[in-house]
């Protein structure tokens, strides 16, 4: 399935994926919870939500942004976790083009991107209580960025209204 952008959408989602690659980048050592394999980066999710808002490619570019910056800072397991962020980024997307509202798309998408998260350490190693740990700190991250990304929506929506359809 070929995913048409707007050059607006597409301009959005470079500054997007950048800024989901700079955040781990400088925030890296502050705004840092580490707790090995848990990790959390405040804002880090932010520009995976927010892209959400404007859609389905472009939560996907920003998903990937945010991958490429953990694998450079915190390696692959960490980078791993952030891969998790393309797959509730693009369904969050979708169920937002179909009407949902910002706090029930945030919401439904916690255990999605907790489990996610949560689950696909196990290959690499990580012991299963390790990684419910994953899981717990991610639902907790998920709730503080939600947050901050609830406070930016109005700023984004200015811009890009919602769209119908897929």
Partial sequence: MAVKLSAREVVVGALLAAIALLIPLAFRGWL???IPP????LAAHVPVMLAMFVGPGVAALT???STLGFLV???AVVAARAFVHVWWGVLGAMLYRRGMSPLAVLLLMLPLHAAGEGAIVLP???APAAALVVAGGTALHHLADSGITLMLYPLLTRHFPRRAGG
């Fill in 124 to 126: 690499l190693g990580v």
């Fill in 38 to 41: 848990f990790s959390a980066t």
């Fill in 63 to 65: 998903g990937i942004g």
């Fill in 32 to 34: 840092q919870v580490l």
């Fill in 73 to 75: 800072t915190l390696g």
